[in-house]
């Protein structure tokens, strides 16, 4: 016999064991949804008064989340939960779920996100007390201390034409939801599902996402905002709201923004003097001799847009993804040429484009959105997709709730799927001893010292109030 199939010598399958968990490593999310007080938020945000179901709700929701890290792209997916049905009791089933999320429209919407919003507080003492406090962005190597930076976008998700909503776009078609990020902490604020004919310039949209966005912030974390957007957030409404604090005289927001390369924009470029230029920095904070910056507020026509917009302007060298999309000044000078619209006074050059950059982050998010639900509405309803797109939002907010307060090294940094391989899909034994129950790993599974120390760390959280 071939030595390559050694392994299956003397080998059989039964189902003989006893008391087994599967995807044991979900435990410490779902204790942690309990300890931060979301499972009961959401609980009471979704009761009826007029029966009483046999699974509350709130429970309901947190189980499909869950279910949603493990890898579930369906209702029926919750059916997942029923490996770890030994400790955390049997999941409500793919009927219950489509119920839950069938009975969600615009009130049971604003009473989720209030539900979220006070787990959220609670979350964010949390952080504030851990190790390193709450993680400030680091701009050019150095913390932006006491700003919450939010960075927002829209993208095309793919859908059937017999999904509500789904019509064409510039991109293709489905549908275009619009995605707000908390970029200090990765969680998912708001995820605003819209037709796809939805317009990614829309100011209205992007200040009611906005505006959603801050209430799930706890106060302190509203006063002073950075808000990111790629060109399709260079609107009048939009900045000028920003530059109002959204009405509230005591907010300092600033914000960092695309502009749009309109022929004023060409016209007056092509007057900057060669000696104006200042070199850009690479990642590392040193200076890039084929890139350069320069801030042409002063030759543009901003009439009508809000005071203390500022206009940078980089180039660098065409890299060939954009070489058919160069413009006649581009292909002239040989250079690529970007653009942002900036409020923030009085820092450099070299940080503000630096600061912008970090937009990028914002796709990251984006990916992980679509690499668990968001590519996979599973409805033909519009309002029950949108349901569904905030149960994404719920577990994109455990997922990094659990990697800021109980994981660390690798875990702590790592992709969904990563963690899902090597952490929640990690089995155990559940043993019963005087009372006591406890679920065992391998110690010869890295994974299952995560899922110990995780634990651990969840339960010595303080119970909420």
């Not at 009130?107 to 964010?124: D, F, M, N, T, Y």
Request: net charge positive; glycine share 8%; aromatic share 6%.
């Amino acid at each position: 016999m071939s030595k390559l199939t050694e392994w299956a010598d003397g080998l059989s399958l039964s189902t003989g064991g006893r008391k087994l968990v599967g995807k044991a490593g979900i435990v410490p999310v779902r204790r942690l949804a309990d300890k931060v007080g979301l499972t009961d938020f959401l609980g009471g945000a979704l009761v009826r008064r007029d029966f009483h179901p046999v699974h509350d709700r709130g429970q309901v929701l947190i189980s499909a989340a869950c279910a949603v890290l493990l890898g579930s792209r369906s209702m029926s997916g919750i059916a997942v939960m029923r490996q770890a049905a030994l400790v955390l009791g049997n999941p409500a089933s793919a009927s219950t779920l489509y119920r839950t999320l069938d009975a969600i429209g615009p009130v049971e919407l604003v009473k989720i996100a209030s539900a979220r919003a006070k787990a959220r507080s609670a979350v964010h003492d949390l952080i504030d007390l851990r190790p390193g406090g709450f993680p400030w962005i680091r701009v050019d190597g150095r913390p932006l201390t006491g700003w919450t930076v939010l960075d927002i976008d829209a993208s095309l998700v793919p859908a059937h034409s017999d999904k509500e909503g789904a019509e064409p776009n510039r991109k293709g078609f489905g549908l275009h939801p619009i995605l707000m990020f908390l970029d200090n902490t990765d969680e998912h604020l708001v995820c605003r599902l819209r037709p796809g004919s939805a317009g990614a310039n829309t100011a209205s949209d992007h200040i009611e996402v906005s505006t959603e966005a801050i209430r799930q912030l706890p106060t302190r974390r509203r006063r002073k905002v950075l808000f990111r957007a790629d060109g399709a957030g260079a609107t009048h409404e939009y900045l000028r709201w920003i530059t109002d604090g959204g009405g509230n005289k005591a907010n300092t927001w600033q914000y960092s923004v695309g502009w749009t390369r309109d022929e004023d924009f060409w016209t007056n470029l092509a007057k900057v003097p060669k000696d104006t230029w200042t070199a850009a920095l690479d990642a590392k904070g040193a200076p890039r001799e084929d890139a350069a910056l320069v801030e042409i507020t002063g030759m543009l026509d901003l009439t009508g847009w809000p005071p203390g917009l500022r206009i940078i302007v980089r180039r660098e060298p065409v890299h060939p993804k954009y070489a058919k999309d160069l413009k006649p000044y581009e292909l002239a000078t040989g250079f690529r040429y970007q653009a942002i619209a900036t409020n923030t006074p009085g820092r450099q050059l070299q940080w503000l484009d630096a600061c912008h950059r970090v937009h990028a982050h914002v796709e990251s998010g984006i990916r992980r959105s679509k690499a668990l639900t968001l590519t996979r509405l599973p409805s033909s309803k519009f309002a029950l997709n949108q349901a569904w797109c905030t149960l994404l939002a719920l577990a994109m907010d455990l997922l990094a709730w659990l990697q800021l307060l109980a994981l660390d090294g690798r875990l702590a940094r790592a992709e969904p799927a990563t963690i899902r391989t090597q952490l929640f899909d990690v089995p155990a034994k559940l043993t019963n001893h005087a009372r006591h129950r406890e679920l065992k790993f391998d110690p010869a599974w890295p994974a299952g010292h995560a899922a110990v120390k995780a634990w651990d760390r969840v339960q010595a959280l303080p119970n909420p109030g």
